[in-house]
Nanobody, 124 residues
Framework: QVQLVESGGGLVQAGGSLRLTCAAS????????IGWFRQAPGKEREFVAA????????YYADAVKGRFAISRNNAKNTAYLQMSSLRPEDTAVYYCAADSSARGSKWSELYEYWGQGTQVTVSS
């Protein structure tokens, strides 16, 4: 089992940057793919980015491609989402999730473990 805790959210002006951290406890973090998802008020949860177990492969939603970067440090049981050129439409609660298939995916139903989320607010 994996427990996930997100941090790093906050209030930022449009054009600014934030780095979200997903800290994992439990065994075998390095065998899980990690995904980031977000949910804005009144909207469904959507995929943001994913990384496979050994960082060979990353995936991004079109809305964030070129602005966000996902990474991980298996030695520290931590994954990151570096967000740049933030826009008001990026405002949402951001969640990290772990997928034991290790490949990574945009499909939220494939992720078994979820964090509690961290709020990101981008002001215009």
């Amino acid at each position: 089992q994996v427990q996930l805790v997100e941090s790093g959210g906050g209030l930022v002006q449009a054009g600014g940057s934030l780095r979200l951290t997903c800290a994992a406890s439990g065994r075998m973090f390095s065998s899980y793919a990690i995904g980031w998802f977000r949910q804005a008020p009144g909207k469904e949860r959507e995929f943001v980015a994913a990384i496979n177990y050994n960082s060979d492969t990353t995936y991004y939603a079109d809305a964030v491609k070129g602005r966000f970067a996902i990474s991980r440090n298996n030695a520290k049981n931590t994954a990151y989402l570096q967000m740049s050129s933030l826009r008001p439409e990026d405002t949402a609660v951001y969640y990290c999730a772990a997928d034991s298939s290790a490949r990574g995916s945009k499909w939220s139903e494939l992720y078994e473990y979820w964090g509690q989320g961290t709020q990101v607010t981008v002001s215009s």
